[in-house]
């Protein structure tokens, strides 16, 4: 880069010894301009990849986390999980896709025996790459009700449901569930999206 410039400035000058620029010097020096700026150009957008990147993975790594551990926290709350909620007339159920968790109900501090509040964790039924958690309280309780996004970023949600030996049951026969996320990179990139797994107990089976 610094052999360019010093040949354009030995340009410059023999063109001012000279009285001007000759039409073979004037060529030249455009040429080299045009070289040295193709080259500066080059490496700013390298620059500007890379940066972004960097960012996207950040990013990314942030929504993964901070959803796998929401999740985790929400369903050690949970005394089991709910086929569905409403438990009389579902219209979310616990399958491979959705979680519902059924919560004791609180009144002020104190838990109210015999009701529950409900979570579900799902998909954004309009937007797919959306994970939400919401928060369905009891009318007897004081827990407020809440709609939630866990990440923007969703590329795939799975639960599955175990026993206490670590058996796959049906959802409502569960012990532990166990949970595969990944999350998409904003870049766009094939295989640059990222997965984290954990499996959880609820309440009433870590006792």
């Known amino acids: 880069m610094s052999k360019i410039l010093n040949f ?7 063109s001012q010894l000279e009285g001007g ?24 957008v390298n620059h500007n990849g890379v940066f972004y990147q960097q960012n996207s993975v950040v990013s990314e790594g942030l929504s993964l986390n ?6 985790d926290n929400n369903i050690r709350l949970g005394v089991s999980v ?22 004791p109900a609180i009144n002020g501090v104190n838990v109210t025996p015999n009701v529950y509040d409900f979570i579900v964790i799902s998909k954004d039924q309009s937007n797919i790459k959306v994970l939400k958690i919401q928060i ?11 709609n939630r996004v866990l990440t923007t970023l969703l590329e795939s949600v799975s639960f599955t449901y175990l026993d206490k030996n670590g ?10 569930v166990k949970v595969d996320l990944t999350v998409l ?12 797994s954990s499996t959880t107990t609820l309440r009433n089976f870590n006792q």
């Open 66 to 71: 901070d959803a796998i551990r929401e999740i």
């Open 8 to 14: 354009k400035f030995l340009i410059l000058k023999i």
């Open 185 to 196: 990179s904003k870049t766009g990139s094939v295989g640059s999206s990222r997965s984290s």
């Open 167 to 176: 058996e796959v049951v049906a959802a409502a026969s569960s012990a532990s």
């Open 21 to 44: 620029f000759t039409l073979l010097e004037t060529v030249i020096a455009s040429a080299v301009a045009l070289i040295a700026g193709t080259f500066l150009v080059a490496i700013l």
């Open 136 to 146: 369905f309280p009891d009318p007897q309780s004081t827990r407020p009700a809440s």
């Open 82 to 103: 709910a086929v569905g909620y409403p438990e009389d007339v579902p219209e979310i159920y616990s399958d491979n896709d959705s979680l519902v968790i059924k919560i």
